[in-house]
């Protein structure tokens, strides 16, 4: 079975500022599908971003960015010119292309400072 | 486009009743569906998946006749908590995907609360 790992329980940035988040997975399927969610204090679960496993490129969406290296089973997430909205729970998430599986990564809480 | 609705937001009932969640894809066919249950601080935890017209398969230790979960239409698929008790109480998540290709989108989430 497919796990995802996130190892960072916490993080903290200050306003203005990059931060990376962590996510390493855990599969023997070659074609897959990478997440980022966002939970705020809202819980709802919002799409940040996603990195199909055939594409090279790394995804991109406005400030936010990733760093998929497949080899490696990595896939960060790089928030440039954090706001403080951006301050929320972060998941990581892993979909397989063959079937219905997706599964969490345990989350890291980012915490944005004025 | 890709907006899942979950209702009840917030429901609290009595232990040894039953609850109806319900999961709508208002703006796509959802061939798929999957519930989750989110303790406090922590993430989610897959209960089952379910697919239009077939039933759901649960995760290892979830109770199917506790949690019952259909899946009618390409549209709503409802989670049913039967004889609810204290320990039952938890944020329940449904998300909807197009195909198995694509991203799963949320709904609201539901706050159950058992008494």
């Known amino acids: 079975a497919q796990t995802v790992t996130q190892s960072q329980p916490e993080m903290s940035v200050q306003e203005a500022e990059t931060v990376t988040l962590s996510c390493t997975y855990d599969?023997?399927?070659?074609?897959?599908?990478l997440f980022w969610y966002k939970q705020p204090p809202s819980r709802q679960m919002i799409l940040v971003i996603r990195?199909?496993?055939?594409?090279?490129q790394n995804a991109t969406e406005n400030r936010f960015s990733v760093n998929f290296q497949k080899a490696a089973k990595s896939f960060s997430l790089k928030i440039s010119d954090s706001q403080l909205g951006d301050a929320a729970m972060y998941f990581c998430a892993y979909r397989s292309a063959y079937n219905n599986d997706m599964r969490f990564g345990a989350g890291t809480r980012l915490t944005v400072k004025p | 486009g890709a907006v899942v609705s979950q209702h009840p937001s917030r429901v609290i009932c009595k232990s040894g009743t039953s609850v109806k969640i319900e999961c709508r894809s208002l703006d796509f066919q959802a061939t798929t569906m999957f519930w989750y249950r989110q303790f406090p601080k922590q993430s989610l935890m897959l209960m089952a998946t379910?697919?239009?017209?077939?039933?759901?398969?649960?995760e290892q230790g979830v109770e199917k006749d506790k949690f019952l979960i259909n899946h009618a239409s390409l549209t709503l698929s409802t989670l049913t908590v039967t004889s609810a008790h204290p320990e039952d109480s938890s944020f329940y998540i449904c998300?909807?995907?197009?195909?198995?290709?694509?991203?799963?989108?949320f709904g609201q989430g539901t706050r159950l609360t058992v008494v």
């Open positions: 998300s909807a995907g197009r195909t198995v290709n694509t991203e799963a989108f």
């Open positions: 990195q199909e496993a055939y594409k090279q």
């Open positions: 379910s697919n239009e017209g077939s039933k759901a398969t649960y």
């Open positions: 599969t023997s399927e070659s074609d897959y599908y």
